[in-house]
């Protein structure tokens, strides 16, 4: 689904496949490559320079490039974008080339970049380079070191990347309004040295939050903290691709956060170590090693494993509510509470009151609840033994035996050997024995006593 926006006449050449060279093309703007469908898409292999792994986008991609004498050319285009979070919801939105969140730029330590930003937006913009080492006009802060992009206009930037590492864009202009409205991406930049921090596959994610009112469209830019679309590259569960895995692989996820809070990242399965942040890499003797990593607000994280144990393994942000959907955050707390009678009193008021939850939330699961269009589910998705009741920041590392080292297809579920899932056990629970003088432990039986506080009047 890549759709060619301006061909310029003889030099349309992608992905670095060659150098363009000669006045014209020196000046002319290299054409903007869109890319419109969630798919996650191969990686793009570097076909000039030094060797590198590029690293795969979850339900995204990597900007192709064009060489320029010695200068890596890329052409962002900031836009209104139509984004779907998973099958089921779409949203309109900001982002670039076609989608939020834009495309990867990738590079090596030592290019030449030139990046041209247009801006179709209705309003102005700029690009500020999160955590990378550019000279001062190019820091992308309008007003501050640049006038800004107006609507229609194209500026470039260009600067030597001194530093490998992982970094972030977004803009630096109204920058509450289009970063809630979808504008960011990552940008990559592997080592000169291939050898150095070598991994066998690198999934790139940014982490992003939006408040859409169920059965509509448009996030609510004014959203502080309250948000009900907890996403990663603008999609959530289950519209979030698995970390496809070859059993033994060197694996290495980076994680951006341009969200409005902390997100700690648990990882099941192999244990894992943090080897990067936007700053730079972490030494050998310095990392710790970890099963969640909070990702501050503003910040990469990069963590490293080896793919030793094959399984679906669950990788999920650690606050519970970031694994839900929008519908049912406004549903009040109803465990253990009989429901009938009041739910009979309840819709004299409200026709349509639905009762849940008398014994948690789990059934929501399960449930075909009647739903705004355009709307997902607060907990969903199945897996090969029933309802997962999972949403937003949720997806799973696949690690599997006998994958081919670029194919990142998902496997399906996860063929457990025979004995090696939980399973029911038949017969009856015996009742625990209880000790003379054991405290109530049912509800039943706890008594309530109050103690009022004694007055010492004797010293007074
Ligand atoms: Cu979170």
Redesign the pocket.
């Known amino acids: 689904m890549i759709s060619r926006r301006h061909l310029i006449a003889g030099s349309a050449i992608l992905a670095g496949a060659g150098a363009v060279s000669g006045r014209v093309q020196a000046a002319a703007i290299p054409e903007a490559v869109t890319q419109t469908s969630p798919v996650m898409q191969p990686p793009l292999a570097p076909t000039s320079g030094p060797d590198y792994q590029p690293v795969v986008t979850l339900n995204g991609w990597t900007l192709p490039w064009r060489m320029n004498g010695d200068w890596k050319e890329f052409h962002l285009v900031a836009e209104p974008v139509v984004r779907e979070f998973a099958p089921g919801m779409k949203a309109h939105l900001w982002g670039y080339n076609g989608q939020s969140p834009g495309p990867t730029l990738e590079c090596v330590e030592g290019d030449k970049v030139r990046i041209f930003v247009t801006n179709k937006l209705p309003e102005h913009t700029t690009v500020h380079w999160h955590g990378m080492l550019v000279p001062n006009g190019m820091d992308g802060i309008g007003g501050l070191t640049q006038p800004h992009i107006k609507p229609g206009q194209t500026f470039v930037y260009e600067f030597e990347i001194r530093k490998s590492g992982t970094f972030m864009y977004h803009p630096h202009a109204d920058e509450m309004v289009q970063m809630a409205m979808g504008m960011m991406g990552f940008f990559v930049v592997h080592p000169r040295d291939p050898k150095l921090f070598r991994v066998d596959r690198d999934f790139v994610f940014l982490?992003s939050t939006y408040d859409i009112d169920p059965g509509s469209y448009l996030p609510k830019v004014m959203t502080m903290t309250d948000f009900n679309m907890?996403a990663w590259n603008s999609r959530v569960f289950p519209g979030i691709d698995p970390l496809v895995v070859r059993h033994g692989d060197r694996v290495r996820v980076r994680i951006g956060n341009l969200t409005m809070?902390n997100?700690?990242i648990h990882m099941h399965g192999p244990h894992f170590e943090v080897t990067c942040t936007d700053g730079g890499w972490i030494k050998e003797s310095a990392r710790i090693p970890e099963v969640t990593t909070d990702v501050p607000v503003g910040a990469m994280r990069a963590f490293e494993f080896d793919a030793t144990d094959p399984g679906d393994w669950a990788i999920h942000?650690?606050?519970s509510h970031?694994t839900m959907n929008a519908m049912g955050h406004d549903v009040k707390t109803f465990i253990g509470v009989p429901q009938k009678d009041l739910t009979k009193s309840l819709r004299k008021l409200m026709p349509d009151y639905m009762p849940m939850g008398s014994a948690g939330m789990a059934e929501m699961g399960e449930m075909e609840m009647p739903m705004p269009d355009n709307t997902l589910p607060m907990m969903t998705g199945f897996g090969q033994y029933g309802p997962i009741e999972m949403g937003g920041?949720f997806s799973v590392v696949k690690v599997r035996e006998g994958l081919a080292r670029d194919d990142y297809k998902d496997p399906g579920p996860y063929k457990h050997p025979p004995g090696t899932v939980a399973h029911l056990v038949a017969g009856d629970v015996p009742e625990a024995p209880r000790r003379e003088g054991a405290a109530p432990t049912r509800p039943d039986e706890i008594e309530v006593n109050v103690v009022k506080p004694r007055m010492n009047h004797s010293g007074h």
């Open positions: 982490m907890w809070t997100h700690p942000c650690h606050k970031h920041m």
